[in-house]
T-cell receptor, first 110, second 115 residues
Framework: LAKTTQPISMDSYEGQEVNITCSHNNIATNDYITWYQQFPSQGPRFIIQGYKTKVTNEVASLFIPADRKSSTLSLPRVSLSDTAVYYCLVGETGANNLFFGTGTRLTVIP | DAGVTQSPTHLIKTRGQHVTLRCSPISGHKSVSWYQQVLGQGPQFIFQYYEKEERGRGNFPDRFSARQFPNYSSELNVNALLLGDSALYLC??????????????FGPGTRLTVL
């Protein structure tokens, strides 16, 4: 499994765009990049997944450069309810042993 | 629509005891995975079951076992509990073990405290 590195924590003001970068230098050809969000005392929730370039859905965008050795999760105009831990995972689609790491704790400030 | 459900929500046990945690997947989902999340860390994969068969196992001792029933619900059993087994135990379901997305749907977890 490719190891990932993320910042331990980030702070942001409400209404700002937040970019969380994940480093995955050893990503394999068949690996996808997946992001999950977790609130306290809840299970993680899938946010977005991508393989290359840019993926966008109703809650976030995922930017992946050509070398795929890093990726950036972009949250537009965050609100207080976006305060959570965000996990970057790298692995084959359908992999049953996804490695969550310690994640990035995002705190949104009023 | 009901999501993944887990029971009990909280549990307190003493060292040496055993515990059984239960999980019901989303209707139509045939794959169930179990994760352990220690405070301050991300979830760690324990087991995956699909169609009642074990499809994956993480780096956990044999004290941990699981099974899946014909209705796709699952149980996680932990024997000879240690203090270090205190954690949030998460169950996740998905349509099939292999798919185009790494999207799993997690339950709220069972908080196990070992004294």
């Amino acid at each position: 499994l490719a190891k990932t590195t993320q910042p331990i924590s980030m702070d942001s003001y409400e209404g700002q765009e937040v970019n969380i970068t994940c480093s995955h230098n050893n990503i394999a050809t068949n690996d996808y990049i997946t992001w999950y969000q977790q609130f306290p005392s809840q299970g993680p929730r899938f946010i977005i997944q991508g393989y290359k370039t840019k993926v966008t859905n109703e809650v976030a965008s995922l930017f992946i450069p050509a070398d795929r050795k890093s990726s950036t999760l972009s949250l537009p105009r965050v609100s207080l309810s976006d305060t959570a831990v965000y996990y970057c995972l790298v692995g084959e689609t359908g992999a049953n042993n996804l490695f969550f790491g310690t994640g990035t704790r995002l705190t949104v400030i009023p | 629509d009901a999501g993944v459900t887990q029971s009990p929500t909280h549990l307190i046990k003493t060292r040496g005891q055993h515990v059984t945690l239960r999980c019901s997947p989303i209707s139509g989902h045939k794959s169930v995975s179990w994760y352990q999340q220690v405070l301050g860390q991300g979830p760690q994969f324990i087991f995956q079951y699909y169609e009642k068969e074990e499809r994956g196992r993480g780096n956990f001792p044999d004290r941990f076992s699981a099974r899946q029933f014909p209705n796709y619900s699952s149980e996680l059993n932990v024997n000879a509990l240690l203090l270090g087994d205190s954690a949030l135990y998460l169950c996740a379901s998905r349509m099939a073990p292999l798919g185009n997305y790494n999207e799993q749907f997690f339950g709220p977890g069972t908080r196990l405290t070992v004294l």
